[in-house]
């Protein structure tokens, strides 16, 4: 059984950083696509950025694309999201969530497509 363990949230004043760790467990393929989402009150969950563990390709939704950055440690199993130049709208309950051996190697920012999620870590930006 897949399960997948964030930890990183936390309190944190605009402009500060925060790095979110996605600890795996349970699974045997090397062809994953792991993604990170986030959910604030009263909005849908929205994708930011994947990695597949195959190959290591990576792409980033637009509101964080240059501030946030994904990464993997395949021996360690877990998948890192760096976020820098945190802003106030930044804060939300971040997940991160895991999809097998994907079609065509192809991953998405797409919750629906995401077949194993985490409990979540909250993150909160205030001055």
């Known amino acids: 059984q897949v399960q997948l363990v964030e930890s990183g949230g936390g309190s944190v004043q605009p402009g500060g950083s925060l790095r979110l760790s996605c600890a795996a467990s349970?699974?045997?393929?090397?062809?994953?696509?792991i993604a990170w989402f986030r959910q604030a009150p009263g909005k849908e969950r929205e994708g930011l950025a994947y990695?597949?563990?195959?190959?290591?390709?990576?792409d980033y939704a637009a509101s964080v694309k240059g501030r946030f950055t994904i990464s993997g440690d395949n021996a360690k199993s877990t998948v890192y999201l760096q976020m820098n130049s945190l802003k106030p709208e930044d804060t939300a309950m971040y997940y991160c969530?895991?999809?097998?051996?994907?079609?065509?190697?192809?991953?998405?920012?797409?919750?629906?497509?995401?077949?194993?999620w985490g409990q979540g870590t909250q993150v909160t930006v205030s001055s």
């Open positions: 969530a895991l999809v097998s051996e994907p079609v065509r190697a192809v991953c998405s920012l797409d919750p629906d497509y995401y077949e194993t």
């Open positions: 349970g699974y045997t393929s090397s062809s994953n696509c």
């Open positions: 990695i597949y563990t195959g190959g290591g390709n990576t």
